[in-house]
């Protein structure tokens, strides 16, 4: 007998595993519109430029080496980091008030802000998340312990911000509950508060004492301009809150399977923040002990060398507007269709995916009789679309749908 016995079986990861019923699909047609991976339009991955030309750049020095980095990660890159996130100006990078470390990507960016609050923060605090979130936040906060509630986000009639539900929800969460906010781009809904109605969230997470952490996966990927999308932060900072923010620069370096993330902190001092500094160093320690390396060197030096920085802001700008030509062109078809409903909310949600409001069985619909693979709750990868496929797309939504 063993004790494996008692173990049980977890289910499949959703994401991971519809990529892997895409890829034994089969069909010529087949469309992807399920992982949050940036596709050119030949559908394939794209490595970016500035990318190449690091690479190159580091495999030509001679002293590169593989030794271990420090525990809390490449200095130059949490410094990079910071600032691409605070801006340059950022008051509290002028105080040194302002720390970190490297870490998985975003998701472990989210762990270890998690497993800092599990040990640091108010006992007993809630989590919130939004109503419907990236589904990790989930895991990675009941993992950590704690309490996970979820705040009111979408009005799924509209597919539009519910302004008052969320506030509504802030305000009668527990005093001090650990809010987990997306900085741009919302995962799944591409729904943002605008500047006006972040200033409102702000106000309630001040009143009620909440502790911001936001999650930024996809700055500069959202808009196409890194400073618009690190708004909703810098907000924060000015309006003097202390807070947390994952970075990934998965996706806005393209760098997915090379796990480089940053867990970037505000604190109300340079004292404060060196105690929060020791702890982080004291977690990644036993965890991962040190980050790993190569991804981590390829932002570092486009983020301090200003050519291939104004080069990547530029290989920004073509894979946010390549979705953003996608979001019209899918729109256009469907009106051009006659397909029921309304579709305008495709060409106003921002970032990689669409909340498409399609349902359920329609997705299941598209996924068996089309080859068309997204998650059941009707979002959609915009970047799996492309000038070969979207008209094929809207006709299958329009038939889904009838
Ligand atoms: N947070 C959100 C909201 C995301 O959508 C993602 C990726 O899909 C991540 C964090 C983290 O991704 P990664 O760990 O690949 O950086």
């Given at each position: 007998d063993s004790f494996f016995a008692t173990v049980p079986l977890a289910p499949p990861d959703v994401i991971f595993n519809l990529t892997a019923s895409y890829k034994a699909d089969t069909f010529a047609k087949k469309v992807n519109l399920g992982v949050g991976a940036y596709r050119d339009d030949q559908g394939r991955p794209w490595v970016l430029p500035v990318v190449q030309e690091a690479k190159r750049r580091l495999l030509s020095d001679p002293n590169l080496d593989h030794e271990y980095q420090p525990i809390a990660g490449i200095p130059t890159l949490l410094a990079g980091a910071a600032k691409l996130i605070l801006g340059a100006d950022s008051v509290a990078l002028q105080e040194n008030r302002v720390t970190g470390a490297q870490t998985i990507s975003g998701t472990g960016a989210n762990y270890l802000g998690a497993s800092f609050l599990a040990r640091f923060y108010r006992p007993g605090a809630q989590v919130l998340i939004s109503?419907?979130?990236?589904?990790n936040h989930r895991n990675i906060f009941v993992g950590a312990g704690f309490e996970v509630q979820e705040y009111a986000y979408v009005n799924p009639s509209t597919l539009t911000l519910d302004l008052d539900g969320m506030l509504a929800s802030l305000n009668s969460a527990p005093e001090g509950s650990i809010v987990i906010l997306h900085a741009c781009a919302h995962n799944p809904t591409g729904v943002d508060p605008t500047e006006a109605e972040w200033a409102r969230i702000a106000d309630v997470m001040r009143a009620k004492r909440h502790f911001p952490f936001f999650d930024c996966a996809y700055q500069g990927f959202a808009t196409g301009d890194v400073d618009q999308d690190a708004w909703a932060v810098r907000f924060f900072v000015q309006r003097g809150f202390e807070l947390f923010v994952a970075q990934s620069f998965a996706k806005n370096f393209g760098l997915y399977g090379e796990r480089c993330g940053v867990l970037t902190v505000v604190a109300h001092n340079a004292t404060l923040a060196k105690q929060v500094r020791s702890q982080l160093e004291k977690l990644s320690r036993s965890s991962i002990s040190n980050p790993p390396a190569f991804g981590a060197r390829i932002v570092s030096m486009v983020l301090s060398d200003p050519k291939l920085y104004a080069e990547w802001l530029d290989n920004l700008r073509t894979m946010s507007s390549r979705i953003r030509e996608m979001r019209e062109c899918l729109r256009d078809e469907l009106v051009r269709l006659g397909t029921p409903g309304t579709w305008d909310h495709i060409v106003h949600q921002i970032g990689m995916f669409s909340f498409t409001g399609l349902t359920t069985p329609q997705v299941k619909v598209l996924r068996d009789s089309y080859h068309i693979y997204m998650t059941d709750n009707g979002r959609m990868s915009m970047a799996g679309l492309n000038s070969g496929n979207v008209a094929y797309v809207a006709r299958a939504i329009d038939e889904a749908v009838r």
């Open positions: 109503r419907p979130t990236w589904a």
